[in-house]
């Protein structure tokens, strides 16, 4: 027996087990009683007895079981007979699991193939031990639930209980690994500022975090100050990519809610909610293949001497282009949430379309126009692939769009490519880099939902 076996097992038990279930409710209901709840939640009841209590015991079994498996083969006689370094061990005792599993036939060294009859015997042995237990529990809780289909008995609450148990599970693991990335970042980001100071950091205008192997080195102790990479990351995701962004999206909201037919509506926003579905990695390849070379171009004849094949302005361009969607759709909503006795009211006074527009409409929708505007430029400051395959790896302090800038993200995959040791402040300073990046869209993203709240609550 294999685990998927007794999670077969165990479902199909449950759905038996409710349709007894409720054969026994209809049957008490064709008998004249008078049921509290209806059969079909004596039977969800009675499934749901059947059914979680055994799952949550092969979730739960399912880890433990791997570490019993391994630990007994590594006890047998061929497992002791394994190199004692880690890597070599791994990668033994992975090809005899893909072996014991079926997934290959032979493996590269010559002691998987030994261990594989060892690994399926200790995994069938551990998986009938799993999956008995599941299905023991899967008959009990049915049973158990069976005995309790009556007419007085309140089935339906007792549903809308296990309901409730699982949309606040859901909620729990999303706070719970909400606050997990947060003390993953916090720890390692303190680990960092124990070997850097935080005013360096935080204040400092070099960044050079190449530290070298030795003390007498050049640059061994590095240079960690972020200014220039939150001034990069500012700088393109939240000057440029909105210089852009704003008024594209808000003029196509605008058209598309007060002047575009329906027929036309219906086929320009789809249209443009496609520009939302496109992978970051396109928008890279068309900003390195296409802007940028165009950018550099526009550099030289305007005779910018420093113009560079990636420059902010390039990646600043097709960030703006990437987040016009989002810009556009909360616009969109944000207009056509503004009461339709507004715009009535100013065009009975004699305004035309234009001026109800600018007069009425906009300053009504304002707030969510803000807040979408506030999510845009937290969505483009955590933009990654734009950024490193257009705008360069350089930490230049400047104000010139076309000098080659990097920012906060692109360090973030610059520090942490390839083998890495977690013990030096090179690797360390991308959690200090991301744990002020996760406050600083924390921030935005909370101004804009206290924006968007007031105006439902004005306009709802």
Do not use: C
């Amino acid at each position: 027996m294999t685990l998927t076996i007794a999670l077969a097992a165990v479902l199909a038990i449950a759905v038996a087990f409710a349709y007894l279930g409720r054969s026994r409710a209809r049957g008490m209901r064709s008998g004249g009683s008078r049921l509290n709840s209806l059969p079909a939640y004596h039977a969800g009841y009675v499934f749901l007895w059947a059914a979680l209590p055994a799952l949550l015991a092969l979730a739960a079994w399912s880890p433990i079981q791997n570490r019993l498996v391994e630990q007994a083969v590594l006890a047998s006689p061929a497992g002791q007979q394994l190199p004692e370094f880690d890597m070599v061990r791994d990668t033994i005792l992975s090809e005899a699991y893909e072996i014991a599993a079926g997934q290959r036939e032979a493996g590269f060294n010559p002691e998987s193939t030994a261990l594989a009859p060892v690994y399926r015997a200790t995994l069938a042995h551990y998986a009938w031990i799993g999956g008995g237990l599941a299905i023991l529990l899967a008959l009990a809780g049915g049973a158990w639930a069976l005995t309790r289909v009556h007419p007085g008995f309140r089935a339906r609450s007792g549903v809308e209980r296990w309901v409730m148990g699982a949309l606040v599970g859901a909620s729990l693991i999303a706070i719970l690994t909400t606050l997990g990335i947060v003390l993953s970042l916090l720890f390692e980001s303190l680990r960092f500022f124990s070997m850097v100071s935080p005013s360096e950091f935080l204040f400092g205008t070099q960044w050079s975090p190449q530290t070298a192997l030795r003390a007498d080195q050049a640059g061994s102790s590095g240079a960690f100050g972020s200014i220039p990479l939150f001034w990069g990351t500012i700088f393109i995701g939240a000057i440029i990519a909105m210089i852009v962004a704003i008024p594209l999206g808000l003029m196509s909201a605008i058209f598309l809610t007060q002047y575009a037919p329906a027929k036309l509506r219906s086929v320009l926003k789809p249209a443009l909610e496609i520009l939302a579905g496109v992978p970051t990695v396109v928008y890279g390849y068309f900003a390195a293949l296409t802007v940028a070379p165009l950018v550099r171009d526009l550099g030289i004849a305007l005779g910018i001497g420093s113009a560079s094949s990636e420059s902010a302005l390039a990646a600043g361009l097709v960030m703006g282009i990437m987040i016009i969607p989002l810009v556009s759709s909360m616009a969109d909503d944000s207009i056509a949430a503004v009461p339709q006795s507004m715009r009535d009211g100013s065009l009975a006074l004699g305004a035309t379309r234009s001026e109800t527009i600018k007069k009425v409409v906009l300053p009504a929708a304002l707030p969510g126009v803000v807040g979408g505007v506030l999510l845009a430029v937290s969505r483009a400051i955590g933009e990654t692939m734009i950024v490193v395959m257009a705008a360069g790896l350089a930490a230049n302090l400047t104000i010139n769009p076309f000098d080659s800038v990097t920012t906060v993200t692109t360090q973030i995959v610059q520090l942490l490519t390839g083998d890495q040791e977690f013990d030096s402040p090179k690797t360390l300073a991308a959690f200090a880099l991301g744990l002020v990046l996760f406050l600083i869209t924390l921030v935005l993203n909370l101004i804009a939902l206290r924006v968007v709240r007031r105006y439902r609550e004005a306009y709802e």
